[in-house]
C-alpha cells in the first residue's frame, strides 16, 4: 500500500513536471538562480526545524552535527551552483579541423527535457 501510494504521488509530480516543460521549455539562468536562491531561503528558515526531525530520528543527534553535515553542504551547493551557472551554462566553442574551414563548432548547454531522480542523500 505504501508503495503504490509512493508511485501515485511521484507519479503525479513526475507528470506536472512535464507538463511545465512542455509550456515553459527550459529555464533561462535568471530563473535558475530565483529558484535556486528560494530553495536556500527555504532551508535556511526551516533549519530549527530539520535539527529537530534529525535530533529525533537519531536519538538526541548534535544539532552542531546537522548543521555541518547536512544542511552547510546542501547550503554551500546551492551557493557553489548560484555563482558559476552562468559560466556553465554558456556555449563552448570548438574547433572544426582545416577541412571544414571557414565553419565553425559550439556547443550549446541546455536541457532537453524532465528526468526523474529518485537517490539517497547519504
Not at 2 to 11: C, I, K, P, R, S
Not at 19 to 48: F, N, T, V
Not at 50 to 65: I, P, Q, T, W, Y
Request: aromatic letters at 8%; hydrophobic letters at 45%.
Amino acid at each position: 500500500l505504501v508503495v503504490q501510494h509512493t508511485e501515485a504521488v511521484v507519479g503525479r509530480a513526475f507528470e506536472r513536471l512535464r507538463l511545465a516543460w512542455s509550456r515553459d521549455g527550459g529555464l533561462h539562468a535568471q530563473a535558475r538562480k530565483a529558484y535556486l536562491k528560494a530553495r536556500q531561503k527555504a532551508i535556511g528558515s526551516r533549519r530549527e526545524r530539520v535539527c529537530d526531525a534529525l535530533s529525533a530520528d537519531f536519538g538526541n543527534r548534535s544539532r552542531h552535527e546537522t548543521m555541518g553535515a547536512e544542511l552547510w553542504l546542501v547550503m554551500e551547493a546551492i551557493r557553489h551552483a548560484r555563482t558559476h551557472l552562468d559560466e556553465w551554462m554558456e556555449p563552448v566553442e570548438k574547433d572544426v579541423g582545416w577541412q571544414m574551414q571557414p565553419a565553425t563548432a559550439r556547443v550549446l548547454y541546455q536541457p532537453i527535457g524532465v528526468v526523474g531522480l529518485i537517490a539517497p542523500w547519504n
